[in-house]
């Protein structure tokens, strides 16, 4: 519960949002009005530019079906995604699902193995989009996303919505 009287919604992630667009006919609307790109980004970093006229042209200018931006991690405690390797993809690794040595890994200068963090920052084609979302209409039924995270909750006793300091839930 968010309050006494208020049941608490939790929003399906990053990847949620393909499938409303896609359910809501949205992709199909932002097609058929010549739109190629859709940039998404974190709302809490203040890095993050709207409509970046960078990361747009880059996206365009090299014909990519997705770009992103990231910076260089220092610290290997620092609870941030990062782009790792899967199966020979780039792939980013939550810190939430991986182990502390995955994080802590070095190469043998020393610095840090996987040194690119997440900024949260991307952008999509609309033709990437749509394969997204045939492939996870395909996918959905087998393959669950897990993430713990921080749920507030109303706690009756105190009669107020709790906002907890450590992972208390699990996202799917």
């Known amino acids: 519960m968010e309050s006494k009287h208020r049941i608490f919604q939790s929003p399906n992630g990053t990847g ?46 090299n014909n990519l079906d997705c770009s992103t931006k990231f910076f260089l991690r220092y610290d290997q405690k620092e609870k941030r995604p990062i782009f790792v390797l899967r199966n020979g993809y780039p792939h980013v690794a939550e810190y939430s699902h991986s182990t502390s040595e995955l994080f802590e890994e070095r190469k043998q200068d020393g610095n840090l193995k996987y040194e690119h963090n997440l900024l949260m920052d991307t952008v999509f084609s609309m033709s990437f989009l749509e394969e997204i979302v045939a492939f996870r209409r395909k996918e959905l039924a087998k393959n669950y996303h897990v ?7 109303y706690d009756e006793s105190l009669k107020e919505t709790v906002y907890p300091l450590e992972d208390n839930g699990y996202k799917f």
């Open 147 to 153: 993430k713990k995270s921080r749920l507030r909750y």
């Open 16 to 61: 949620g949002v393909f499938m409303s667009l896609s359910r809501h006919h949205i992709l199909r609307e932002m097609k058929e009005i010549g739109i190629k790109y859709i940039q998404m980004m974190g709302i809490e970093n203040v890095l993050n530019k709207p409509a970046d006229p960078f990361l747009i042209g880059y996206t365009e200018e």
